[in-house]
């Protein structure tokens, strides 16, 4: 009797997936709990695991396909796996097929394009393709190996073939043809469901609040001093190295119990303040930018943020971050200064009405005491949603954060 795969519960507000990567082949001898394939939703990308010990007899959806809650993705028979059963070759070929049928498979089936072609428009049927807004992948072409021609877009606009309706976003804004020079050295690829995600959110989030940015420049001079007197004792005692996010997540946290508006989210016609800190830290992968939480950091040492903080960011890398890693949070720290960035104002993560930048460490000139003298500067960005937050609030906030780093014992003194 076979034992099916099927789509397992993807968390909270989740309700479909994109197949990723099988592991497995039809045929192949598998053991129960081994991963038999990945799936990408829009937070993350979770492995699902074969239920029972046998033979992978079918695969029933394929790599790039989007699956529902529960739907069957394969099937497990009996067997060892020593001698795969007669049907597993056709799997085997069809999975590997031309890379013309691979990325047939990987188009939207809502949209009915044409056969994928290397060919581009011809110049007179790209011209008629643009002043009808049409995309070339809709037209069946009779060319050369498929190649669109100028009869075939006035055959597809006397059959009542036009641009997409509005609901269908994703074809919208009709890409202008390729000049036929470019078009070979041009590669076209699917956007992950991860991808997809971060892009519709970040628009919605600017879309949606009123959006504004203040800064400020924190001289890191004692927070540096400190970690590198204590950095060895530090990891020798909690078996971790001492970082500055320890440090900015705790004077964020205190801020955010002067400025609770800068923790609070806008339901409707109603705020809702969070009397809670869930810290969410941007955390760049192969596969896009996560943000997974520290929960209630404010209830935290520097040491267990550390560590919670070491533990999200090597999860995100290896991509075993779980639902619950990835929801909550209340306000986000992002830090570009890692890839060098000097400045920028990060965009909200929504619902939040927060969100701080930190930036490189770079050694600047900077009066002190009516003297110029040399210290490692940072600026800092608040990004903040206006509707609810105050300008007033927005710069005190700032400055509070700025205030515990450049005195470091008021962390420790809770002042």
């Known amino acids: 009797m076979a034992t099916e795969i099927r789509v397992p519960t993807l968390g909270e507000s989740v309700s479909e997936a994109t197949v990723g990567t099988w592991f497995k082949k039809v045929g192949d001898?598998?053991?129960?709990?081994?991963?038999?394939?990945?799936?990408?939703?829009?937070?993350?990308?979770?492995?699902?695991?074969?239920?029972?010990?046998?033979?992978?007899?079918?695969?029933?959806?394929?790599?790039?396909?989007?699956?529902?809650?529960?739907?069957?993705?394969?099937?497990?028979?009996?067997?060892?796996?020593?001698?795969?059963?007669?049907?597993?070759?056709?799997?085997?070929?069809?999975?590997?097929?031309?890379?013309?049928?691979?990325?047939?498979?990987?188009?939207?089936?809502?949209?009915?394009?044409?056969?994928?072609?290397?060919?581009?428009?011809?110049p007179a049927a790209s011209k008629m393709l643009a002043e009808n807004n049409i995309s070339a992948d809709l037209v069946d072409g009779s060319g050369k190996r498929g190649q669109v021609l100028k009869g075939d877009v006035i055959a597809a606009v006397a059959k009542g073939l036009s641009a997409p309706a509005a609901s269908e976003p994703a074809k919208v804004a009709v890409r202008a043809p390729t000049p036929i020079e470019d078009a070979p050295r041009e590669e076209r690829v699917k956007m992950t469901r991860l991808r997809q995600t971060i892009a519709r959110r970040l628009k919605d989030a600017q879309n949606t609040a009123a959006m504004l940015t203040t800064y400020n420049e924190v001289d890191m001079t004692a927070v540096m001093a400190l970690r590198t007197k204590y950095k060895d004792i530090f990891e020798k005692k909690h078996g971790v190295k001492l970082g500055f996010m320890g440090f900015f997540t705790k004077a964020v946290t205190h801020a955010l119990k002067e400025l609770p508006a800068v923790?609070?989210?806008?339901?409707?016609?109603?705020?809702?303040?969070?009397?809670?800190?869930?810290?969410?830290?941007?955390?760049?992968?192969?596969?896009?930018?996560?943000?997974?939480?520290?929960?209630?950091?404010?209830?935290?040492?520097?040491?267990?943020?550390?560590?919670?903080?070491?533990?999200?960011?090597?999860?995100?890398?290896?991509?075993?971050?779980?639902?619950?890693?990835?929801?909550?949070?209340?306000?986000?720290?992002?830090?570009?200064?890692?890839?060098?960035?000097?400045?920028?104002?990060?965009?909200?993560?929504?619902?939040?009405?927060?969100?701080?930048?930190?930036?490189?460490?770079?050694?600047?000139?900077?009066?002190?005491?009516?003297?110029?003298?040399?210290?490692?500067?940072?600026?800092?960005?608040?990004?903040?949603?206006?509707?609810?937050?105050?300008?007033?609030?927005?710069?005190?906030?700032?400055?509070?954060?700025?205030?515990?780093?450049?005195?470091?014992?008021?962390?420790?003194?809770?002042l």
């Open 29 to 122: 001898a598998v053991k129960a709990d081994e991963p038999m394939l990945e799936l990408e939703t829009d937070k993350v990308t979770i492995e699902v695991p074969a239920p029972a010990s046998g033979v992978l007899s079918e695969i029933v959806v394929q790599a790039g396909e989007t699956v529902g809650l529960g739907a069957l993705l394969g099937q497990i028979g009996a067997g060892t796996g020593a001698a795969a059963p007669a049907k597993a070759a056709e799997p085997v070929a069809a999975a590997a097929p031309a890379p013309v049928a691979a990325a047939a498979v990987a188009a939207p089936a809502v949209s009915a394009p044409a056969p994928a072609t290397s060919m581009p428009p011809a």
């Open 263 to 414: 923790n609070a989210e806008i339901d409707g016609t109603d705020i809702i303040y969070k009397n809670y800190c869930h810290v969410g830290m941007a955390v760049g992968t192969d596969k896009g930018l996560v943000v997974p939480v520290i929960r209630d950091a404010d209830q935290m040492t520097v040491a267990e943020i550390e560590k919670d903080l070491g533990r999200l960011a090597k999860a995100a890398r290896d991509g075993t971050l779980s639902m619950a890693d990835m929801q909550g949070g209340t306000f986000t720290i992002t830090n570009g200064g890692v890839y060098g960035s000097l400045m920028s104002s990060p965009i909200l993560n929504a619902p939040q009405s927060g969100i701080l930048g930190m930036h490189k460490i770079q050694e600047r000139p900077v009066a002190i005491g009516g003297q110029v003298v040399i210290r490692p500067m940072m600026y800092l960005a608040l990004s903040y949603d206006h509707r609810m937050v105050d300008g007033k609030e927005a710069v005190t906030f700032l400055v509070r954060v700025k205030e515990s780093l450049e005195d470091p014992e008021r962390l420790v003194l809770d």
